[in-house]
């Protein structure tokens, strides 16, 4: 028996009828997001595509840096669909100056 991948779960799941929302956020304003199957599977496959004009390919490595949103989630699955290893970061802090942070990044990928 084939064992099922994630891109291609959401794909079938994509074609088939009253699936519940794969995600349900609050914005910024507080105000609920919600986002289906499919809006999930379209969405990724824009990320994938977008990664690949970026020249990723499969088994690349890709760090994810956004705030949490559905474009967190659909850049994720995206990365998977186009078979790039997805890593997620946090978001830069209030806290922390962004050029801080974004140097300690710079010598975290360097060193790996």
């Not at 595509?49 to 850049?75: F, K, M, N, P, W």
Request: net charge neutral; hydrophobic share 40%.
């Amino acid at each position: 028996m084939e064992r099922e991948t994630i891109p291609s779960r959401l794909r079938r799941l994509r074609n088939q009828e009253e699936i519940p929302s794969f995600l349900r956020l609050l914005d910024a304003r507080g105000q609920p997001v919600t986002l289906s199957y499919s809006d999930l599977i379209f969405q990724s496959e824009d990320w994938a595509r977008a990664l690949r004009a970026q020249g990723l390919s499969q088994g690349d490595r890709v760090i994810l840096i956004l705030q949490h949103s559905t474009e967190l989630y659909t850049a994720f699955c995206g990365a998977l669909i186009a078979g790039i290893v997805p890593t997620l970061f946090a978001f830069p802090s209030q806290k922390v100056s962004e050029e801080y942070y974004f140097s300690s990044v710079d010598r975290l990928v360097v060193s790996s």
